[in-house]
């Protein structure tokens, strides 16, 4: 990493940075619009650091893959986009019950299937949260700008490797490829977050024991640590069971984990929200078109604020309801036929009202589209 220069890179690149700063030394991939960039980068970067890059035959082959590099201790990333994504669909699910740390890019794309695929939308919110099957907890995060690509990246794997989670980014197109100024910081300034080992002798290691963080200790395959991997709901030493009260504690410690950490997992930015009449809530891309619409309403005496979620799952429900509480009016604007903004408006209880603004033609939604349904406001 060229720590300390300044650089013109795209989103995807800056993902690149981002994973390797973090220490991620594996990639499985299949290209795809609009995400090759990410594995081009990987190819190119990953051995110099003596790092490896794999192009898999498919993207249920690439998941599978870091789930194994992972498993064999080394951090470990693949990237998709569209119909990618929904053939990682089942690995996904099996990384979530075998708690295997690994870091997923999802640049959404226009869908369904085959879609739009040089198009940009946000299609796959909800999709991210609940696209493979079972009660589980997920993270996924949201960057909105070229320099969010390389900071989000590298938290993702530090919440990766804490909570023993697969994690999921996700961006747009639009912030996947457009280009912009950043500055790479020195690698001794950043916060590195590697999964907790055992430190008992192998005869006393419980591979899924719980603890007060309900986050077990990972021993790496290999170190003389006996360690059982399923897909099956199992038991603390991770063999399949069907007994009510382990499958209840484990499925239950799996939400837990993630439950206890919201403080240190979510995080949102608020823009001129202190004396706001109305909120825009918007992520990815539209998160600066919000702000832009935001200081023109402002021009025209209208008292209107941003509150961007980087965290979209799980869903930042105190931060939402506090806004809630505080505002005329939410507007919602999304590249899709409203997906985030079920959530919003699941937790209002009568607080403010909610007004969606939904487009699905491939192009981005303009500060003066947001400007138009302030109109419904004042």
Known sequence: MAENKTRLLQGNEAIVEGAIAAGCRFFAGYPITPATEIAEGMSVKLPIVDGTFVQMEDEIGSMGAIIGASLAGVKSMTATSGPG?????????FAC?????CVIANIMRGGPSTGLPTNTAQGDVMQMRWGTHGDHPIIVLCPYSVEECFSV???????????????IITTDEVVAHMREKITLPPASSLEIIDRVRPNVPPDWFIPFEDNSLG???MSVFGDGYRYHVTGLVHDVRGFPTS????????IRRLHRKIDKGQGYIQEGEHF???????????????GRTAKQAAILARENGQKV?????????PFMRKAVVDILKNVRAVIVPEMNMGQYSREVKRVDQGYARIITLNKVNGQVITPE???KKLKEVY
Request: no cysteine; glycine share 6%.
């Open 369 to 371: 589209e947001i400007l």
């Open 153 to 167: 990246t590298l938290k993702a794997f530090n919440l990766s490797e804490r909570y023993r989670v697969p994690v």
């Open 215 to 217: 986050v077990p200790p």
């Open 85 to 93: 994504f929904s053939l990682m669909q089942e690995n996904l699910g």
């Open 97 to 101: 019950i075998s708690e295997v740390p």
């Open 272 to 286: 001129l929200t202190d004396d706001a009449e109305v909120v825009i809530l918007a992520y990815g891309s539209i």
């Open 305 to 313: 604020g941003v509150f961007r979620p980087i965290t979209l799952w």
């Open 243 to 250: 007994k009510p009260d382990e499958v209840d504690g484990l």
